[in-house]
Nanobody, 123 residues
Framework: QLQLVESGGGMAQAGGSLRLSCAAS????????MAWFRQAPGNRRDFVAA????????LYGDSVKGRFTISRNSAKNTMDLQMNNLTPDDTGTYYCAAKESGVGYGDWEYNYWGQGTQVTVSA
């Protein structure tokens, strides 16, 4: 089974930056897609960004376009999310997710999930 472990996160002030990482291990699918979702308390889990197996044509949620950058190292089976110009609305638990092939915007499309890492942005 594919296993995902997030790292990074923490606290930042508005306008600051943080970087998240996700490492995949276990059963690695050749063309598996990876994504980030986030969830604030009391809210649904929202799509943040996704990237395919070759790193081309990443997808971004509207609220993070131009501020966040997703990247992937397929040789190491890792994925990063560089978050710049953070705002308090970016606060939440960030989850790494993976699916066996392709990428998509819906959390229901992803079969594998990490435990999540907390990001807190203060005004």
């Amino acid at each position: 089974q594919l296993q995902l472990v997030e790292s990074g996160g923490g606290m930042a002030q508005a306008g600051g930056s943080l970087r998240l990482s996700c490492a995949a291990s276990g059963r690695i699918y050749v063309r598996f897609g990876m994504a980030w979702f986030r969830q604030a308390p009391g809210n649904r889990r929202d799509f943040v960004a996704a990237i395919g197996w070759n790193g081309n044509s990443p997808l971004y949620g509207d609220s993070v376009k131009g501020r966040f950058t997703i990247s992937r190292n397929s040789a190491k089976n890792t994925m990063d999310l560089q978050m710049n110009n953070l705002t308090p609305d970016d606060t939440g638990t960030y989850y790494c997710a993976a699916k066996e092939s392709g990428v998509g915007y819906g959390d229901w499309e992803y079969n594998y999930w990490g435990q999540g890492t907390q990001v807190t942005v203060s005004a």
